[in-house]
C-alpha cells in the first residue's frame, strides 16, 4: 500500500502539469517578507501549507491581516514591522479565520495589537478552534497546541473601511468557510482574499456544486472592479487580473 501511494506522490509531481503544494512539517522555517513598494509587504509563509498574505504601512498607522500559521510565524512578521517603522500598529485585521491566517493571533495579543474578525467568522473559529488544534497535532509533530483564543476586539460586519475609506474590507458572504472577508486597495487597485483568490494549477478547493456557484459569482463581481495586481493566499503570490479568467473556467468545468 505505501509503494502505491509513493508512486502516486512521483506521478502527480513528474507527470502532471499542476504544481500542487506539499506541506512541510515545520512551525520554524523562514516567513519570507519582500516589500511590493513602500506601503505593501508580501508576507509568505512557509510553515505547514506554504501561505501568502500581507500588511499595510500607511503614512500614520500599521495594518496586518493574517497572523500567520503560528505563533513563531507571527513573531518574524512582527519583528520584519518593528525595523520598518515606528507607527502604532492599529490592528490585526484577519482576513480568514482558518488557521493557517489566524494560528498566531496569540502572539499578537501578548503585544497588546487589537484584533478584529467577521462577525460569522468569529462564531467559526470559536466552533472550531479546538478541532483545527487537534486535527494538526495529529498529522505534525512539530505542531505546538494553543488551547485557548485570546480576547477579540472588534467585530466586522458586512464591511469596514480604514485609511479615508482607501483600505475596504467586506464580507461575501459564507463561500467557502464563514468569515473570509475581501480586501481591496483602492488608490492602488490589489486585492486580497485569502484562499477565496488562487491559481487553480497549484492549489484547489474542494467545493461542493453551491459553494462553486457562490464562488463564480464572487469572481464575477471581483472581474469588474479596478484590479491591477491580486495577491492570492496559495501558491505564486503575485498575479494579474487574469486569474479571474483561470479561476472561473476551472470551477465552471466542476460544474
Known amino acids: 500500500m505505501k509503494n502505491i501511494y509513493f508512486i502516486?506522490?512521483?506521478?502527480?509531481?513528474?507527470?502532471?502539469?499542476i504544481n500542487y503544494q506539499i506541506p512541510l512539517d515545520s512551525n520554524s522555517e523562514i516567513v519570507k517578507i519582500h516589500s511590493i513598494n513602500s506601503h505593501f509587504f508580501l508576507i509568505e509563509d512557509f510553515n505547514y501549507w506554504k501561505t501568502n498574505s500581507l500588511f499595510y504601512i500607511s503614512d500614520t498607522n500599521v495594518y496586518f491581516f493574517s497572523s500567520g500559521w503560528c505563533n513563531k510565524s507571527a513573531e518574524q512578521i512582527l519583528w520584519k514591522a518593528k525595523t520598518l517603522t515606528y507607527l502604532p500598529f492599529k490592528g490585526l485585521f484577519l482576513i480568514s479565520p482558518e488557521l493557517e491566517f489566524s494560528g498566531g493571533?496569540?502572539?499578537?495579543?501578548?503585544?497588546?495589537?487589537?484584533?478584529?474578525?467577521?462577525?460569522?467568522?468569529?462564531?467559526?473559529?470559536?466552533?472550531n478552534w479546538k478541532q483545527w488544534q487537534f486535527e494538526m497535532q495529529k498529522k505534525f509533530l512539530s505542531w505546538q497546541t494553543i488551547e485557548n483564543l485570546p480576547v477579540i476586539s472588534g467585530l466586522i460586519e458586512s464591511e469596514l473601511r480604514l485609511e479615508k475609506e482607501n483600505i475596504i474590507l467586506f464580507y461575501p458572504g459564507n463561500i467557502i468557510s464563514a468569515?473570509?472577508?475581501?480586501?481591496?486597495?483602492?488608490?492602488?487597485e490589489i486585492l486580497y482574499a485569502?484562499?477565496?483568490?488562487?491559481?487553480?494549477?497549484?492549489?484547489?478547493?474542494?467545493?461542493?456544486?453551491?459553494?462553486?456557484?457562490?464562488?463564480?459569482?464572487?469572481?464575477?463581481?471581483?472581474?469588474?472592479?479596478p484590479v491591477k495586481t491580486i495577491i492570492t493566499g496559495k501558491g505564486r503570490p503575485i498575479q494579474?487580473?487574469?486569474?479571474?479568467?483561470?479561476?472561473?473556467?476551472?470551477y465552471n468545468n466542476l460544474l
Open 8 to 17: 502516486l506522490i512521483f506521478y502527480i509531481i513528474n507527470c502532471t502539469n
Open 179 to 188: 468569515g473570509n472577508l475581501v480586501l481591496y486597495f483602492k488608490n492602488e
Open 105 to 127: 493571533i496569540n502572539q499578537f495579543a501578548e503585544e497588546h495589537i487589537p484584533i478584529y474578525i467577521q462577525k460569522e467568522g468569529y462564531d467559526f473559529l470559536l466552533l
Open 194 to 225: 485569502g484562499n477565496l483568490l488562487h491559481n487553480p494549477e497549484e492549489f484547489i478547493l474542494n467545493l461542493n456544486k453551491n459553494q462553486i456557484k457562490r464562488l463564480l459569482d464572487l469572481i464575477q463581481k471581483l472581474k469588474k472592479m
Open 240 to 250: 494579474n487580473k487574469s486569474l479571474f479568467d483561470k479561476m472561473y473556467k476551472y
